[in-house]
């Protein structure tokens, strides 16, 4: 079903036309703002919001959310159009139901006024910034840590002019809460970085480094602002027109705003939050004193997991990661690469059985109501390997332990940056270091063994420690030669 340009709209003159059951459990404008979001995406609406607005209707308090959109405008547009509210449909296999949410107090778009966004970090009420940007708007080197030298970055910290990064804004943004002695805050990752709290620590610290920041404002950063870590997981695939036929069935009106989702969601959140935070265990949230053992267990299960499908699954020429699992003997592998690699490489929270966690994740993959393409999976490679694989396999390999199984999913990159299906059809190759792999591929012989070299070299991806290991190298090497000479179903059924 078409949405049609002069439909009514969702919003707060719409409430009341909504069946009871998708009304949003908070009413925007009733509740002050505490929390501001940096990326409004999908994944933000479908995972923290829900969870926050939750929260707020089991315990009260300010902690209404202002969306800021870093770059595009066009999610800010649908919801301040819809008065701030959007639609979340949860997609199961025996049906799909749809809610309104009102967590969202404002939304605001960063590059259309920088400076706005600035003084909203620095104002009191705001006592939590959370963020969904992406590995890749960190700005940090995936191996090492390290802020990288883009000229935006380094202009953000370095001149007066409005900020165009993400480091930029957060760094003006605690200056000017220190300039006005504005109240502790509590900074908090929910991306899929490791450590990610700690992590977010490092990008301010060099970036006060960088900029010069005398010793009392940096100084007031370091006693003001924490930086929890956290752990988040829910399956949200890019909103497509189906997505908003969908909510437009269920509400009555339409969303332009809409997302949908699985129905599983976990947040798991270190519990260091000076000026106060929502009571999300009240929401289901997990908060403990370490995310760490999450956070492993979720990248190097779930996420490992869902770059192999991506890579397998687009060589193969399957659309989805539903379409993929069912590849003959795959469940196998996956099987075999949670058990035998994942579960060996480090230690779970206290309780959870990483073998059990994967047969969870993979009747999750298997949702057909999920349509979660492989190729949006795949995209970012070079930022989503180290933490979602490699990581695994250094910790294997330090522990004098065979990662064949995760040997399986670098391959399978390796493969699907060669450009090409199994059947010939063109892959795309969307990630920030796409000239630095074309360039390697180029210079390299096309063999296995020259575009294990060629690729192993990429430092920002392959620790130099990994990329000399001869067991590694040659089991990697061995892959992708089956891949290339049988393809990802023959050398899935001929995996032992």
């Not at 404002?217 to 988040?232: C, E, K, L, N, Y």
């Amino acid at each position: 079903m078409a949405v049609s340009a002069d439909a009514d709209r969702l919003g707060l003159a719409t409430l009341r036309r909504l069946p009871v059951e998708c009304r949003p459990l908070l009413r925007p404008g009733t509740v002050p703002a505490g929390i501001v979001h940096l990326g409004v995406g999908a994944f933000h609406r479908a995972h923290q919001a829900v969870h926050t607005e939750a929260a707020v209707g089991a315990a009260g308090g300010d902690w209404g959310i202002i969306g800021v959109a870093p770059r595009s405008t066009a999610v800010v547009d649908a919801l301040a159009a819809q008065d701030n509210l959007f639609s979340v449909t949860t997609l199961a296999a025996e049906g799909a139901t749809t809610r309104v949410v009102g967590a969202l107090a404002g939304v605001r778009h960063a590059a259309g006024d920088p400076a706005a966004v600035v003084r909203l970090l620095a104002d009191p009420a705001i006592r939590v910034v959370t963020l969904t940007v992406t590995e890749k708007a960190y700005q940090l080197d995936p191996v090492t840590g390290a802020l990288r030298a883009d000229p935006d970055l380094v202009a953000d910290l370095t001149t007066d002019r409005p900020p165009r990064t993400v480091p930029g804004l957060l760094v003006r943004g605690l200056l000017a809460r220190a300039a006005a002695d504005a109240g502790p805050v509590a900074l908090v990752s929910c991306d899929n970085l490791p450590a990610n709290g700690r992590r977010l620590r490092g990008l301010v610290t060099q970036a006060l480094a960088l900029a010069r920041v005398p010793d009392g404002p940096a100084g007031w950063i370091d006693r003001q602002v924490s930086f929890p870590g956290t752990m988040v997981d829910r399956i949200v695939p890019a909103s497509t027109p189906d997505t908003l036929d969908t909510a437009r069935r269920a509400l009555g009106v339409t969303d332009l705003a809409a997302v949908a989702a699985e129905p599983y969601s976990q947040w798991v959140v270190e519990d260091d939050f000076p000026g106060g935070r929502p009571a999300w265990e009240r929401a289901g949230a997990v908060l403990t004193g370490d995310a760490g053992p999450w956070e492993r267990l979720k990248l190097r299960t779930l996420n490992g997991v869902h770059s192999a499908t991506a890579y397998l699954g687009a060589l193969a020429g399957a659309e989805t990661v539903a379409e993929t699992l069912a590849l003959p003997r795959l469940d196998g592998v996956l099987r075999r690469l949670v058990a035998e690699d994942v579960a060996a490489s480090f230690t779970p929270p206290p309780g959870v059985s990483v073998p059990a966690y994967g047969e969870e994740v993979l009747a999750r993959f298997a949702n057909p109501a999920i349509r979660h393409r492989t190729l949006q999976i795949a995209m970012d490679g070079s930022q989503k390997l180290p933490q979602r694989v490699l990581h695994t396999i250094a910790d294997l390999r330090a522990a004098g332990r065979p990662a064949r199984w995760a040997a399986l999913v670098v391959a399978a990159w390796l493969r699907f940056l060669l450009g090409h299906a199994d059947d010939g059809r063109p892959l795309p190759l969307d990630d920030p270091l796409a000239d630095r792999i074309r360039a390697a591929l180029a210079a390299a012989p096309g063999t296995p063994a020259g575009v294990v070299d060629a690729l192993f070299a990429l430092r920002e991806v392959f620790p130099a420690d990994l990329a000399a290991d001869d067991e590694v190298r040659a089991d990697v090497t061995g892959w992708l030669t089956d891949l290339e000479r049988h393809g990802v179903r023959a050398t899935v059924a001929g995996a032992g």
